[in-house]
């Protein structure tokens, strides 16, 4: 494997590329490491003609827990936090809006922007024993990764609102009902299958494909980008809050 920067690996595996979230140690946990070397990533991966589809999976014990509250700053400019959120939605800008398709692997947790990384794959396989939650409201934060258009478009608005409010906690079998899911794989399978439907795509004739991606996407999604930029404003707002510092600050001690 090639690194993107250490917190993220790549490896072309003929016209696959895998790309690599890779902090095990704290469960691929976000930090501003992590989100442009992934941006970069995804953007070598739609500009090289000879990848023609990407498996998205994370190292060690999970997919990704979300934002590293230990390692993030909350208090701060309002600049700051939308320059964080923006370098956030870039990563799904790139998943979304790039031209070759993304087949997500996702074991473990995944958590807050882990489980919007998971939500913006074409193709997200689910391990049988993953689990996925957004904990933000509960932090006085809010979600990014245009999952506040996504979402209501895949299971509708209120049990968007269940997830997103309440923060249920979800198995892989119950978000495979929901929609959420397309694929549920035993636990030992999972990088297997999400390699066989990586081949597939990629045996595809490469311009029908990316045609097809481009526009279903963007006619589905049609209102994720004015989404992303209200979910911008909104994160900026909840930086600044104090009862959101207290939260996070309270997490942290923990």
Request: aromatic share 8%; charged share 25%.
């Amino acid at each position: 494997m090639s690194a993107t920067g250490s917190v993220v690996l790549t490896e072309q595996r003929g016209a696959v590329r895998h790309i690599v979230l890779n902090r095990p140690e704290a469960l691929n946990a976000i930090d501003d490491a992590l989100v442009p070397a992934l941006t970069k990533a995804f953007r070598d991966a739609n500009a090289d003609p000879g990848t023609r589809a990407i498996v998205f999976r994370g190292a060690g014990r999970a997919f990704c827990a979300g934002a590293d509250l230990k390692a993030r700053k909350i208090a701060g400019s309002e600049a700051a936090a939308r320059a964080r959120a923006q370098a956030i939605q870039d990563v799904t800008r790139a998943i979304v809006y790039g031209d070759v398709p993304v087949v997500g692997a996702i074991h473990g947790w995944a958590v807050g922007g882990g489980f919007e990384w998971a939500l913006n794959c074409d193709f997200p396989i689910w391990a049988e024993s993953a689990r996925g939650f957004f904990p933000e409201v509960s932090w006085g934060l809010f979600v990014t990764g245009g999952v506040s258009a996504i979402l209501p478009n895949l299971i509708g608005l209120q049990k968007t609102k269940e997830l997103l409010m309440l923060g249920e906690r979800y198995d892989a079998a119950a978000l495979h009902e929901l929609g959420i899911a397309w694929r549920v794989a035993a636990d030992d399978a999972l990088l297997d299958e999400a390699e066989a439907v990586a081949e597939r795509l990629a045996a595809l004739p490469v311009r029908a494909v990316r045609d097809m991606k481009r526009t279903l996407n963007r006619a589905a999604y049609g209102d994720v980008a004015e989404a992303m930029e209200r979910e911008v404003d909104a994160v900026a707002r909840s930086y600044n809050d104090p009862e959101t510092f207290e939260r996070i600050a309270a997490f942290s001690d923990r």
